[in-house]
């Protein structure tokens, strides 16, 4: 078994299931989504990014756009929670979570497809 392949495959994942853990909820209820669960998602996705700079093959490259589509959707809705909560002093509207939740699930998205493209390199690959 090689290690640094599970390494990759936990990140890539764990960052799926993360980011799905902050989506899951109704949309507009800041109630249902945690910013420390947001944090975590972007901290997990950051470690992903940084695992997949150094693989310089085809799926490679995709691989690291679709990290890297994931990390600017989060930064986003990152900024958007932080500008909502400490420069508008509006705070949480069921608007301005709308759009938080969306941005996360954009990312998701970019995830799904991550984890997707891991699956097909590892069902083809030859032992």
Do not use: C, Y
């Not at 990014?49 to 679709?66: E, F, P, Y």
């Not at 759009?99 to 699956?119: C, D, F, R, W, Y």
């Amino acid at each position: 078994m090689n290690l640094e392949k599970v390494i990759f495959g936990f990140f890539i994942v764990l960052a799926l299931t993360l980011n799905f853990g902050f989506f899951i909820g109704e949309i507009g209820n800041p109630d249902h989504h945690n910013v420390m669960e947001l944090f975590a998602v972007i901290v997990v996705n950051i470690i992903a990014t940084g695992l997949k700079l150094g693989d310089r093959s085809h799926i490679g490259a995709v691989l690291l756009s679709t990290s890297l589509v994931a990390d600017l959707q989060l930064f986003a809705a990152a900024i958007t929670w932080g500008v909502a909560e400490h420069v508008t002093g509006g705070g949480l509207t069921p608007e301005v979570m709308a759009s938080i939740v969306s941005l996360t699930g954009g990312a998701m998205l970019a995830n799904v497809i991550s984890v997707i493209m891991l699956v097909a390199e590892s069902l083809m690959s030859k032992r």
